[in-house]
């Protein structure tokens, strides 16, 4: 009967703190949690947020002080927005597209990349054509995706803002509009703790969400980490993506803030790592002259069907050959440095055998 009654106890904190997790997640729409492994819930020591949360010494540029783009107009060419991009000022620092290239910028073109070397992606590309950052489908049920350029490189996104002239129909704003797909937060069967699945079609190109936490200063994340085991989870995402491109040379691997997600967050702080990922992490900024904070953009970079599981790699790395991916494990595994390293288990066939490098 002791054990009975200790059973009980158990269960009764069990249901207890699953009702505590759901409470908090009622103040995030179209998110569920289910667990179909056992009686566990994810950590009560969490916070969802629907923004970032600026810590101490942290500062952001108000959106009304956001620069927009003046020429732009609601009613330009299809009717969605901005649609010239020698014109669009938001797009200043966007990826410039040689494909539109006309004779006359050739010499204007050839000095944007003497510039690329030295500014970095604020490179002076005034006049030459840009990229667009998505695709608008002519049928409204059919989500925008990222263009295949963007989807396939780096380079950051620039979207318009609240202080533009082209208005909220633009075809440039999609991540600023936030979250449309529905999400669950669910206990992997395979060790992996918890993660996240879409309960529709995503299509390849197409937005999830964003990454959102605590934005702290260099020195308050590492006060943080000193306070903090060593083998826990890591959830700090540096926002380091326009070092070496300031001109005044003020950001730098010590003065750029980091986002930590461990202890307040969005429902993607729950997705896991894999090293053959179906989604991807983007730069998107609604404001081309903030440097330091921009948004952490997920979206799939693959058709994904229902109920699979959404994945990133963590270390963000390029795709490599299977051969030399298995080539690299095994040497990786047999040597004895790496034998205290945090192992994988993504269960890929590129599976690089360990979280971290």
């Known amino acids: 009967m002791l054990s009975d009654a200790a059973r009980a106890t158990v269960t009764a904190a069990e249901h207890a703190i699953q009702a505590a997790f759901q409470a908090k997640l009622q103040s995030v729409k179209n998110v569920e949690w289910e667990n179909h492994v056992d009686n566990t819930a994810p950590s009560l020591n969490f916070t969802f947020v629907s923004d970032f949360v600026l810590g101490e010494g942290v500062?952001?540029?108000?959106?009304?002080?956001?620069?927009?783009?003046?020429?732009?107009?609601?009613?330009?060419?299809?009717?969605?927005?901005?649609?010239?991009?020698?014109?669009?000022a938001c797009l200043e620092y966007a990826a410039v597209d040689e494909n539109r290239l006309q004779p006359g910028d050739q010499a204007r073109y050839v000095q944007y990349q003497k510039d690329r070397e030295d500014?970095?992606?604020?490179?002076?590309?005034?006049?030459?054509?840009?990229?667009?950052?998505?695709?608008?489908?002519?049928?409204?049920q059919?989500?925008?995706?990222?263009?295949?350029?963007?989807?396939?490189?780096?380079?950051?996104?620039?979207?318009?803002?609240?202080?533009?002239?082209?208005?909220?129909?633009?075809?440039?704003?999609?991540v600023q509009k936030g979250r449309r797909v529905p999400l669950v937060i669910f206990k992997t069967a395979n060790e992996r703790?918890?993660?996240v699945y879409c309960k529709e079609q995503l299509v390849k190109g197409e937005f999830i969400d964003t990454y959102i936490g605590e934005v702290l200063t260099n020195e308050a994340t590492g006060r943080r980490e000193k306070?903090?085991?060593?083998?826990?989870?890591?959830y700090l995402y540096s926002l380091d993506k326009f070092i070496g491109d300031d001109p005044d040379n003020d950001l730098t691997n010590e003065t750029c803030y980091v986002v930590d997600g461990q202890y307040m967050g969005g429902p993607t702080r729950f997705i896991n790592h894999s090293c053959e990922p179906n989604c991807?992490?983007?730069?998107?900024?609604?404001?081309?002259?903030?440097?330091?904070?921009?948004?952490?953009a997920f979206f799939a970079v693959e058709d994904i069907p229902p109920r699979t599981e959404l994945t990133f790699d963590y270390m963000d790395k390029d795709e490599e050959e299977e051969e030399i991916v298995r080539k690299k494990r095994e040497k990786d595994a047999a040597d004895p440095k790496n034998h205290d390293k945090r192992p994988c288990n993504c269960g890929a066939r590129k599976c690089r055998g360990y979280l971290w490098e």
């Not at 803002?161 to 082209?166: D, H, M, P, V």
């Not at 609604?286 to 948004?295: A, C, F, P, Q």
Request: net charge positive; charged share 25%; glycine share 8%.
């Open 59 to 88: 500062y952001r540029p108000e959106a009304d002080a956001h620069v927009g783009c003046e020429t732009c107009r609601p009613n330009m060419g299809q009717n969605i927005g901005c649609e010239y991009p020698r014109l669009c």
């Open 119 to 140: 500014d970095g992606y604020l490179a002076d590309s005034h006049g030459l054509p840009k990229r667009f950052p998505y695709q608008r489908s002519k049928d409204p």
């Open 142 to 174: 059919v989500p925008s995706t990222l263009m295949k350029f963007y989807l396939e490189s780096r380079y950051p996104i620039y979207e318009c803002n609240l202080n533009c002239n082209c208005g909220p129909i633009c075809k440039s704003r999609v």
């Open 193 to 195: 703790g918890w993660g």
């Open 227 to 234: 306070l903090s085991a060593e083998d826990r989870a890591s």
């Open 280 to 296: 991807r992490q983007y730069t998107v900024s609604y404001n081309k002259h903030d440097l330091r904070i921009y948004d952490l």
